[in-house]
């Protein structure tokens, strides 16, 4: 049973262009979260979707925005990049009806932003 | 929201049992310990979640003191796989947060031959 997977591993992209990074949940889970982490810190919460709907929103700007399909893999879009976006982005699922602070993380994808 | 406060990081030798201790002075009634461990270029992992008294399972043990206010992780006989950072986290187990987790700095253990 495959866990939370990511994509793209790495990714590098210069100022002002925007990015979309790809997540799967592990097998049966239906919320996803997605958290940045910068070098040095613990991840920050960006937003949780539920039934392709954004529950929960950290304090990102909007230029941060989501989207959760029917089979609730999920994407993170960023617009207008920044080099303070430079960071590993970390996808987290959890099954219903389960505890919200058990949740399981992928990988991540570390962005780069020149 | 009650906030954690571990130590920034820790050494220790192959063998050894390491303790991390995390205060959490502002802790709820309904607040749960929940501690994350994540190795380099990975995920953060669930290791241990407790309310009360004692908790143990097949990687660690965490002790809570009767008034709650800290917690401590101990990690028996520590390896060089060990070496990661460990994160403490305080908060419901359901609603709390709206449904998110909050991740302090961690304590970055590194483990020595």
């Known amino acids: 049973d495959a866990g939370v997977t990511q994509s793209p591993t790495h990714l590098i992209k210069t100022r002002g262009q925007q990015v979309t990074l790809r997540c799967s949940p592990k097998s049966g889970h239906d919320t996803v979260s997605w958290y940045q982490q910068a070098l040095g810190q613990g991840p920050q919460f960006i937003f949780q979707?539920?039934?392709?709907?954004?529950?929960q929103r950290g304090n990102f700007p909007d230029r941060f925005s989501g989207h959760q399909f029917p089979n609730y893999s999920s994407e993170l879009n960023v617009n207008a990049l920044l080099l303070g976006d430079s960071a590993l982005y970390l996808c987290?699922?959890?099954?219903?009806?389960?505890?919200?602070?058990?949740?399981?993380f992928g990988p991540g994808t570390r962005l780069t932003v020149l | 929201l009650a906030k954690t406060t571990q130590p920034i990081s820790m050494d220790s030798y192959e063998g050894q049992e390491v303790n991390i201790t995390c205060s959490h002075n502002?802790?709820?009634?309904?607040?749960?310990i929940t501690w994350y461990q994540q190795f380099p270029s990975q995920g953060p992992r669930f290791i241990i979640q407790g309310y009360k008294t004692k908790v143990t399972n097949e990687v660690a043990s965490l002790f809570i003191p009767a008034d709650r206010k800290s917690s401590t992780l101990s990690l028996p006989r520590v390896s060089l796989s060990d070496t990661a950072v460990y994160y403490c986290l305080v908060g419901a187990r359901y609603g709390g947060s709206q449904g998110n987790l909050i991740f302090g700095k961690g304590t970055k253990l590194s483990v020595k031959p």
């Open positions: 979707y539920y039934e392709e709907e954004e529950r």
């Open positions: 987290a699922s959890r099954p219903p009806i389960s505890p919200d602070n058990e949740q399981f």
């Open positions: 502002n802790i709820a009634t309904n607040d749960y």
